[in-house]
């Protein structure tokens, strides 16, 4: 089945510009959602679609994509932002019908 | 206010069953595809399957893994929506999520809101 490949850990300070990407064959014909999950936490989505983020998430968070790859972009990054990171896309050709990133850890220094 | 609250999850051996329910409020359940979606303890997420809603035919979806033995239904006059599990294996193990499936056209799909999770430990 496919895959969505992520950097497993990156760190940023605070008020600085961190960019976390995700690359995957199924990112070619689907557009990614990006979800933020702390410890002990139920999963949160920041981002969706070409680059729309849910009420209540702040607007330094920002998307893009490119071919087969799709990057979360948080602008000015706060200590509340520091959490695992993982993308998700459609599938139609894998054995999972959506497909998760490996997720990535950001570590706001 | 929006809000998926799952409950049943427990310990079971190997060969066991479990049945996790959802119970959804705050939007139109009835409208909505509901997702199951696990974590296994320290690795990341996993889809499992979907219900779509009945207007859109009632079907439903599975990972490879678990297709076979997971069944999901929903009973819109509850709100609820259910995870039948049988035939548990231990890497089963991990907290089930339980959130909507949301989508608009040109290939844009997203899973918002979460439920907490319940934790399902399949150990002899």
């Known amino acids: 089945s496919s895959e969505l490949t992520q950097d497993p850990a990156v760190s940023v300070a605070l008020g600085q510009t961190v960019r976390i990407t995700c690359r995957g064959d199924?990112?070619?014909?689907?557009?990614a959602s990006w979800y933020q999950q702390k410890p002990g936490q139920a999963p949160v989505l920041v981002l969706y679609?070409?680059?729309n983020r849910p009420s209540g998430i702040p607007d330094r968070f920002s998307g893009s994509t490119s071919v087969n790859t799709a990057s979360l972009t948080i602008t000015g990054t706060q200590a509340e932002d520091e959490a695992e990171y993982y993308c998700?896309?459609?599938?139609?050709?894998?054995?999972?019908?959506?497909?998760f990133g490996t997720g990535t850890k950001v570590t706001v220094l | 206010e929006v809000q998926l609250v799952e409950s049943g999850g427990g310990l079971a051996k190997p060969g066991g069953s479990l049945r996790l329910s959802c119970a959804a409020s705050g939007f139109s359940f009835s409208n909505d595809c509901m997702t199951w979606v696990r974590q296994a303890p320290g690795q990341g997420l996993e889809w499992v399957g979907r219900i779509k809603s009945k207007t859109d035919g009632g079907t439903t979806d599975y990972a490879a893994p678990v297709k076979g033995r997971f069944t999901i239904s929903r009973d819109d006059s509850k709100n609820m929506v259910y995870l039948q599990m049988n035939s548990l294996k231990t890497e089963d193990t991990g907290v089930y999520y339980c959130?909507?499936?949301?989508?608009?056209?040109?290939?844009?799909?997203?899973?918002?809101?979460w439920g907490q999770g319940t934790l399902v430990i399949v150990s002899s």
């Open positions: 998700n896309s459609r599938d139609n050709s894998g054995d999972h019908l959506y497909v």
């Open positions: 199924s990112l070619r014909s689907s557009y």
């Open positions: 679609g070409k680059n």
């Open positions: 959130t909507t499936d949301k989508s608009i056209p040109a290939a844009v799909w997203w899973f918002d809101p």
